[in-house]
């Protein structure tokens, strides 16, 4: 069942040295039970986009687009109405699980109020519910544990906490934005362990936002690749890494170091990302591109179908349509 | 002789008491020996808060060890006079993670590398200028670029310019601590690269600090695993990644994510967390979480032996093929 469907997203920022297109005519879709992991470099438009369709851009507009969460549309419902979905059908866990803790109340405390408000329960029945979850997210003893503050705890077990109240209210769609970045390998692969279990348990969607592209051949159904505010891919896990198709995507894999074989020389991409103000006509990739032709500098690659469920936005692609 | 030799270094910082009073200490590291020779780089691997960042300012002498040596070319470091200290330190130089948080945002490239160049009489004072250029592009940036700020590059540049200035003395050691875990994937191979680079055309030693493994393959010659403040296990790096002796370094190998969805794994993750540092730690450190412990690993500590010709590690469940221990070998 289609869950979430994105369509045309475009998500500006307006600030003194000019406009920061940083998310630009973005679209995907979200399935019941699967996990589309967004995989991009620092500053491509990851956290935006997902902050978008939680309609949490303050300081900047989101100037076009659709979000339609099982058939409601995200971005004209009231104020009062994205409150019940946001943090309740759609939940959000962030890198940094310390800035998302309110330091000055007891873990406990805080999942609690997030049941009381979503949920509309007494007091007592979130209480047995909270410590219910924290067994759930592998808290050991969970009742001494529920009046710890985030700050008593390690990075791995706030992360816990946090998903612990993502999870309280039984949300369709949980939005992961780097949810292991900050954590050592051992704890990170727990954590990803425990997602794999939860979303099997309670059939959640989730976008997993990650620049690691181990984490996102480990966890993800679908993959959407980003560079400079746009999808440049989207495709099944197991085609885009066996048969990566945009150059970037091709590139960011020949990146990796092979942590199987060793190599004497890593391939990289010259050159760095364009400035988001200031984004060349064409291709946003043009100037990295070891492929680039004539056309790539004048006009705009658009998103197209390829087959098997795979999508790229290339110039080299276009031409066979 | 090794160009670095490090000897059963110990480094305990106190813990401040809720009131007064000291309450213990935390043991940062705790008896650690290694080696790396000119030109070699040498890896240390391991968790947040298993000390291999102080291993990094012991050797450099920005700590002063609780108990152990360092020895740089044969001298010992910490039984140096001041001014011996300050001309061997030319000789090891160090890179930090963050790169804009190590460079002083109000000085131009081209004025901080004179800087250094002036002040330890690298050069005659009128190539100074010439010297700035070549180094900027030894490390693949444009001369231009001496007379801009910090703030006007990139992370990726800015930690080309972070690696100027520690080979701007010519040394031959290079603490680098997670040069690139602030980068992103398609810049960190062109560090890695570079430091490859430079590693052959000036015979640099590196010291290399990271978490992550893959990284660690690509850099390394040997490798030594960390776990609260111990080494568990040294090894060749081929070796080590091909045939991990100790638990805790599978488990560690078998954490990473491969980029590979055709190998996605199930396998047993290692439970529990890394405990802190403090107290009496008792036993094999890594008893607390190893999925093989036996009674004898939470009683007596395994000291690091040499289970096959330069392969480490301290296990009980280890035997030996070779029986001879490690020089000066962990045993108290």
Known sequence: MKVLEVRGLTTRFYTLEGVVKAVENVSFEMWGGKTLGLVGESGCGKTVTALSIMRLIPQGE??????????????????????????????????????SLNPVFTIGNQIVEAIVVHKRTSRMEAESFMIKLLELVGIPSPR??????????SGGMRQRVMIAMAISTQPSVLIADEPTTALDVTIASQILELMRELQSKFKMSILLITHDLGVIAEMADAVAVMYAGEIVECAEVGHLFKKPLHPYTKGLLECLPDPVRRETYLKTIPGHVPDLRNLPSGCNFQDRCPY?????????????????????????????? | MSLLSVNQLKKYFPLRGRFLGSSGYIRAVDGVSFKVNSGETFALVGESGSGKTTVGFLVLGLLRPTEGEVYFKGEDLFNLRVEEMRRIRRSMQMVFQDPYGSLNPRQTVGGMLKEVLSFHHVVEPDLVEGRAEEILRLVGLKPVCKSRYPHEFSGGER???????????????????????????????????LLRELQEKLNLAYLFIAHDLAVVRFISQRVGVMYLGKLLEVADTEKLFKKPLHPYTKALLSAIPIPDPGRRKKEDLLSGEMPDALGKLSGCRFSSRCPYVREKCRREEPPLVEVEEDHFAACHLIKPQAVDSYSDSDSR
């Open chain 1, 62 to 99: 989101i100037v076009s687009g659709n979000v339609r969460y099982k058939g409601r549309e995200l971005l004209k419902l009231p104020e009062g109405e994205m409150r019940r979905i946001r943090g309740g059908e759609i939940a959000m866990i962030f890198q940094e699980p310390l800035l």
């Open chain 1, 144 to 153: 001494e544990m529920a009046g710890c503050y985030p700050h008593q705890l």
């Open chain 1, 292 to 321: 680039a032709i004539q056309v790539c500098k004048e006009a705009k690659p658009h998103l197209v179908d390829v087959g098997s469920g795979t999508f790229v936005s290339c110039h080299l692609y276009q031409e066979e349509l």
């Open chain 2, 159 to 193: 930690q080309r310019i972070a690696i100027a200035r520690a080979i701007s003395l010519e040394p031959e050691l290079i603490v680098a601590d997670e040069p690139v875990s602030a980068l992103d994937v398609s810049i960190r191979g062109q560090i890695l690269n």
